[in-house]
Structures are given as C-alpha cells and as structure tokens.
C-alpha cells in the first residue's frame, strides 16, 4: 500500500550540487523512519543516511559526511537528500526507503530493517 517514488536524479559534474526528492503515498508518513541507500553494478546495495520520525536523529555512511544531508518534511509526506560536493565515486542508482518504527528517534542503517522502497534514480557525476 505504501509507495515511493524517488525524483531530482541526473547528470551533474564533480563538485556540483543534486537535491533528490522522495514522496510517499499513505497518512501515516510521520510513523516512518526512512533512510536512502545507493547502489552500482556489482556491489551490495549501502546506506547513504538515514533519519528518524521526529528528525532528531540522522545517520551518514562516512563517506557522504559533510556533503550530504537528509532531512524530511512530514507534512509534505517527503524525505530528501541533499548532494553537494558531489564526486564521481557518488555515480549510483539512488533509493528511498521507509519502515513503521514505534520509535520516534529511531534511526536504521542497514537494508533489511525498511518495509518499503522506491523504484530509485540514476545519478551521475561527471570528472
């Protein structure tokens, strides 16, 4: 019943900027914990970062630190990441993710914890 759908990926050069987008379907977004995770061919999918229903609480892979930054607005039933920086080792699909969490500060970093997920976006950063 719940659905993702991510948006905002494309072709941007190193240094550059991307804002990705994830809406969600469903009146109960604000009971969601979500997360955004990346993915090349040939590697496990990873998680990018994460936040908790409230916003308190956010998670960054070490990698994305000081670049990247999640946030979400629970009135627009929208997660979004944030991409500055960007580096030609960011090139990936992009995924959403969310999962039902009884917890209002909890957060979740690894890919079996989330229920849901968006269909992703390519994004591609040039050198």
């Known amino acids: 019943q719940v659905q993702l759908v991510e948006s905002g990926g494309g072709l941007v050069q190193a240094g550059g900027s991307l804002a990705l987008s994830c809406a969600a379907s469903?009146?109960?977004?604000?009971?969601?914990?979500m997360g955004w995770f990346r993915q090349v061919p040939g590697k496990e999918r990873e998680s990018v970062a994460a936040?908790?229903?409230?916003?308190?609480?956010?998670y960054y892979t070490e990698s994305v630190k000081g670049r990247f930054t999640i946030s979400r607005d629970n009135a627009k039933n929208t997660v979004y990441l944030q991409m500055n920086s960007v580096k030609p080792e960011d090139t990936a699909v992009y995924y959403c993710?969310?999962?039902?969490?009884?917890?209002?500060?909890?957060?979740?970093?690894?890919?079996?914890?989330?229920?849901?997920w968006g269909q992703g976006t390519q994004v591609t950063v040039s050198s």
């Open positions: 993710a969310g999962k039902y969490s009884v917890i209002p500060g909890g957060y979740y970093s690894t890919r079996d914890a989330y229920h849901y």
């Open positions: 469903g009146r109960t977004f604000s009971m969601y914990a």
């Open positions: 936040i908790s229903r409230n916003s308190i609480s956010t």
